[in-house]
């Protein structure tokens, strides 16, 4: 049980385009979604906190206009950065819970590249 | 505010040989969570426990165990006679209500890097 599955698991794009990156929770209903970026040998940075049907809750510092969180279901959050750059490149972690003591279970990952 | 200290950045052994993993950390909370998760080459976290902060029992999973002393703030996973497949980075974490508007957010340590020489 506590799957989190997250596709694609990896991405090419160009300078200026936009990548979208979705997290699922395969076997149980998270209420919450926390969506986390994570560079080369550093520890995870949480970018921002997701409640499903309602606008997610940004850290100081990340740029909700381009990265775009969407929760629309229990089960499903998407990631959408937008009019990406080379220095958004990076790999971007989800995880899912079910409520606020729950153990959070994270997906696989993305790896995004942009030239 | 919360803060998880992992002091050691990395640790090589020889395989068989027992590693423990430091945490600290540092929490205006009564309730809290602790918890360790585990990240392999792949990147993906594999989530290996959670302890809550009322329970001080020490825990025991095959060749994990791990080291709550709520006195000194502590939350050690010891691995004995370890094996290659241990090696990966070794994340501490900790979520209460201070982490983050009552939301239960992780904090996490740095990560440990733990390598097992065969």
């Known amino acids: 049980g506590a799957v989190v599955s997250q596709h694609p698991s990896r991405v090419i794009c160009k300078s200026g385009t936009s990548v979208k990156i979705e997290c699922r929770s395969l076997d149980f209903q998270a209420t919450t979604m926390f969506w986390y970026r994570q560079f080369p040998k550093q520890s995870l940075m949480l970018m921002a906190t997701s409640n499903e049907g309602s606008k997610a809750t940004y850290e100081q510092g990340v740029e909700k206009d381009k990265f775009l969180i969407n929760h629309a279901s229990l089960t499903l959050s998407t990631l959408t950065v937008t009019s990406a750059h080379p220095e958004d490149s990076s790999f971007y972690i989800c995880?899912?819970?079910?409520?606020?003591?729950?153990?959070?279970?994270f997906g696989p990952g993305t790896r995004l590249l942009v030239l | 505010a919360q803060k998880v200290t992992q002091a050691q950045t990395e640790i090589s052994v020889v395989e068989k040989e027992d590693v423990t993993l430091d945490c600290v950390y540092e929490?205006?909370?009564?309730?809290?969570?602790l918890f360790w998760y585990k990240q392999p080459p792949s990147g993906e976290l594999v989530f290996l426990i959670r302890?809550?902060?009322?329970?001080?029992q020490n825990e025991i999973s095959g060749r994990y165990s791990w080291n709550f002393q709520k006195s000194t703030s502590s939350f050690n996973f010891t691995i004995t006679a370890s094996q290659v497949v241990d090696s990966a980075v070794y994340f501490c974490a900790l979520s209460g209500t201070y982490s983050g508007a009552g939301s239960y957010q992780l904090t996490f340590g740095k990560g440990t890097k733990l390598s097992v020489i065969p």
């Open positions: 302890r809550n902060s009322f329970d001080e």
């Open positions: 929490t205006r909370d009564t309730t809290y969570y």
């Open positions: 995880s899912a819970r079910v409520d606020r003591r729950e153990t959070q279970y």
